[in-house]
């Protein structure tokens, strides 16, 4: 961008286009910016050649077509003025002339304020990569949004998607040139080599949990192996944790860049990385800048990767929308005067007009593109994104016999179980009847039914094997574990579990401004209300009518989450905000109030939600008892007596005579009326249900209340005390006890879970429980736990994006399963529960962008070339939709639908994974699967659809299995005498299924690669 001649402000709107397009970041080599950067020099030449130029040649369509001869004849006036001994200024030619003059376009100048404007414009709502809305009202005042609502919530971030997610940790790559000596008779040329910066291990706070203060996460050189190669690369290794010494990260930064550039060659650190000279002189480079005139490569890299972990970032709803509405409000607002118009003459009008007609046209190009491209991102974020990896955890009883064999010789799940179980020091009732051995005997796995078998230890035939034998999988599913950010993982599960989940409880960020929940500067608030609100809305899609949500939060939020969700499942719909009691001690080291409760808010899912009872406990209970032996069982005196008194309710003042003593009683002035007629109390009296007290003297009678008549639960109360739902301790305390050490900060007690959940879906034993916070798999325990108690079929669904995913939620459900009892990370006994769980993980926003590419054929590159006006409309709209598309969902991995496989950072390393083309489509379909089984070459799934259809779906490598094969196979199956009615029959690749259709059936076929496609890009509601 540097053939116009720039002018300073030229230069300003240059640089702006620049950053907004992400042009400035040429060397970074991941995520979107790999992909703007493989666009980077046609759209730079785009903005250079065919778009700023636009602003003078439109300007120069309202320039007078005589102006250079009107200056001609001032010239030649001011000549004959002087010749005739006139001043020049005072002749009236002259006069007439300048006056001309002054009325038409000055061109430079109006190109100036149109590049000045458009510079404001832009400079004005984009800031640090997000476009924010701040419409100026006046000076340090910015106009409010508002569409006539009785209440109206806002932020900043209202309007977009936020898309922090864990892997933004993970990527971070930029290139350096190398120079290619020449050889002898040949030039020189220049490559680029990658360097990539990784994490040793991202110890970022979990379970949605707060970082003590002073003990804030910092990014620090790895000291024991800060550098290595992977293949051509060169990876310099980072950790993210506690800093003990309290360091800022600006200071940590500039000792990791004064360690690395200073290493010498051959140096322990340097010993393993060839070319070590290169790679420092390249981190050496100079890229100063006005305040660092010192600035090297590495700072430069160092600083922005550790900014852009510091801080959240969005994607816009409608950027188009937005920012057009926002310049027509710019240019009312700053540019269009009325006041200068009416006094104005009619060409300074017109010269006015004109500026503001190009400046429009000009900022409507560029707010297209910029929408193309915003648009675009958003596309991504909204695909819902493929299953990388399905496995099952079943318990050994569920596995069928002939399988023992195999699971016995699996070395590998042997040592997983010792692990999780220590079935290596199992001892007296735990060891059996069959000691434990190495390798494991069928015998020993007949004795341990509730070992947990993780199908990831084993091959794709066993698993086929295995489910040929399960009749109803989704049915006999327990449990659903998802790995994944939780907007993706419930935009997955939308269909599947639409209006079905019957209870939802939510731990997340409190956001205290120490936890793990990170913003922009002065939008801590925006940034957290935009990631709440989205996740609301999906979980709004899932809740049943009959359903309820509770979620946790301290008073930091409580005000704006109670906004959010009254927002989202409606304000007639809130049924409390509960006050729990997460500690039963003060903390004398707070210089204000010790923090003792946090809040529960409860939300019904639509106005048929009624809150349950509690279950009834032995103190209740107790209460009741049987003083005189009567046959109706336990009791309890109630007083018969009125809240109201004597002179407020004188229709309930009679006489009531003890029979005992021969005393009468009427209640008078002050004294408590009776509580009922006369007419109730007779009845009472000749029910034997009246009680004078233990020694039967009393004036006062009461009325006995049998436990066999009272209520069968507790009402619940919005306070809910330690003792009742549990605290802090409690949960540190079951954590370790599981593994043994604290290996989670601050959890939440499975107490306080299996609470909610009783007055949430208390009626329902068999009700779906969610949790799309899941941290380290709290409410999956707690859930376990409560059938475990009151023999319930709970489900549960737990989404968790973490690292600590497969170390810790998964291994705490497999260990709950395993033993209800726990003691220093080992089992106190074997009291497991047969499960069947299903854990999947989910691709990521950041493994999208990572293997997407951008190709474009011949014949388009031809139309391209050969009109610059159709150049501009594709470039401005359809370049990025049209080049990605092959890329995003290749149509040729449906003819080989079992080897697909995508690049993805899994352990910091990157690697091929497969992904599960027939796992994805099941939740795409929201298919609730019966059975699963694998046949000569084609997999077969048999389901129902949300809309009550059978549905079958045929798999096969269409190079294995041609059409002729498949309408042998599909003949054979006999699904008719099978008692099978179809309604709808999904099959990759075409095929000629219709035609062994016969006349009394009314299935029809459908391509899996055409739902596929639509299904994964419906944005439908968002």
Known sequence: MADLKESRHLKALKDKLREMFQLDQADLDFGIYRIMNQKRDEIERFLDKDLLPQVREALQEYQPADLVEMQRKLEKAIEG?????????????????????????????????????????????????????????????????????????????????????????????????????????????????????????????????????????????????????????????????PDDQKRKQKDLNAEAVEALLALPDGAPATSSIGEWEFWQEALSAKVPTEANANRTVLEKHLTTYTARNS?????????????????????????????????????????????????????????????????????????????????????????????????????????????????????GDLAGSVKYSHPLTVNFLMANPSLVLDTAFFGENFVDRLFSLIEDVDNE????????????????????????????????????????????????????????????????????????????????????????????FGRENFCSQVAWEKRYTRSNNTDDFTSVLDHVLIYG?????????????????????????????????????????????????????????????????????????????????NNNRVYWGRDGTSDVPNIKRFLSEVRSGMTPTNLWSHEFAGHTDAAKNEIKQLFGFAAFDNPKPTTLIKRAAQVISGRHANATVLDFFAGSGTTGDAIIKLNQEDGGRRKYILIEAGDHFDTLTRSRISKSVYSSSWKDGKPNHQSGTSQLIKYIRVESYEDVLDNLDLERSDRQNRLLGHSAQFREGYTLRYMMDVEAHESLLPTKIFRHP?????????????????????????????????????????????????????????????????????????????????????????????????NLRRTDETWKTRLIEEYFHKLMFDVEGM
């Open 81 to 241: 003025a002087k010749a005739a001994g006139i001043d020049p200024e005072q002749a009236p030619s002259v006069r007439q002339l300048r006056a001309e003059l002054e009325d038409s376009i000055d061109i430079s100048k109006l190109e100036e304020e149109v590049y000045s404007h458009l510079s404001t414009f832009f400079s004005r709502y984009y800031q640090g990569g997000d476009f924010l809305s701040l419409r100026r009202y006046k000076e340090g005042v910015y106009a409010l949004p508002y569409e006539g609502e009785e209440v109206k919530l806002h932020w900043a971030n209202a309007d977009q998607y936020y898309i922090k997610s864990t892997e933004a940790f993970r990527s971070y790559a930029f290139k350096v040139p190398q120079t290619i000596p020449a050889e002898p008779g040949m030039t020189g040329s220049i490559r680029e080599r990658r360097i990539r910066f990784d994490l040793v291990a991202a110890g970022t706070a979990r379970d949605n949990n707060k970082a003590a203060s002073g003990k804030e996460r910092r990014f620090t050189l790895d000291q024991d192996i800060p550098l290595e190669m992977d293949s051509d690369e060169l990876v310099i290794r980072f950790h993210y944790r």
């Open 311 to 427: 801080f959240d970032y969005f994607i816009h709803k409608d950027l188009g929308g937005f920012l057009r509405r926002e310049l027509d409000f710019f240019i009312k607002n700053e540019i269009m005067f009325l006041d200068d118009i009416e006094s104005d003459t009619a060409p300074r009008v017109e010269q006015y007009l004109s500026k503001i007609k190009v400046l429009r046209k000009i900022a409507h190009k560029i707010i297209s593109f910029l929408a193309h491209l915003e648009n675009f991102q958003k596309k991504l974020w909204l695909k819902k994104k493929f299953i990388l990896e399905v496995n099952w955890l079943v318990t050994l009883d569920k596995v069928p016999g002939e399988l023992y064999a195999e699971v016995a010789a699996n070395d590998a799940q042997r040592e997983e179980w010792v692990r999780l179980f220590s079935i290596d020091e199992m001892k």
């Open 477 to 568: 599913t327990d449990g659903l574990l998802v790995h994944g950010e939780n907007f993706h993982g419930l935009r997955l599960i939308k269909e599947r579990y639409a209006d079905s989940v019957d209870c939802i409880f939510i731990d997340p960020p409190y956001n205290t401004g120490q936890d793990e929940f990170i913003y922009k500067d002065n939008y801590q608030s925006s940034t957290w209300l935009s990631m709440m609100a989205d996740r609301m809305v999906l979980a709004s899609n899932v809740l049943s009518p009959f359903g309820g949500i509770a979620a946790t939060i301290d008073d930091n939020e409580q005000e704006k989450l109670k906004t959010i969700m009254s927002y989202t």
């Open 605 to 685: 899912g639509g106005p048929d939600f009624n809150v349950s009872l509690f279950p009834r406990d032995e103190d209740a209970d107790a209460r009741y008892i049987n003083l005189d032996d009567d046959p109706r069982g336990p009791w309890k005196a109630i007083p018969f007596t009125n809240p109201r008194a004597a002179w407020e309710r004188p229709n309930l003042c009679y006489p009531i005579m003890n029979p005992n003593t021969g005393r009468s009683k009427v209640p008078d002035g002050e004294d408590r009326a009776w509580r009922s007629s006369w007419h109730v109390f007779e009845d009472h009296l």
């Open 898 to 994: 079992f080897g697909h496989a995508l690049s993805i950072v899994r352990d910091d390393e990157r690697k091929a994974v497969a992904v599960d083309l027939v796992e994805t489509f099941n939740y795409l379909l929201g298919l609730r699967v019966k059975t699963r089984e694998r046949k000569r070459g084609v997999l077969e799934i048999v389901g129902k659809s949300p809309e009550g259809e059978t549905v079958l779906v045929l798999w096969r490598d269409n190079d294995e299995v041609d059409n002729d094969a498949l309408d042998d196979w599909f003949q054979k199956q006999g699904y008719n005498s099978r008692d099978l009615e179809f309604d709808l029959i999904y099959v990759n690749g075409d095929n000629n299924l219709e």
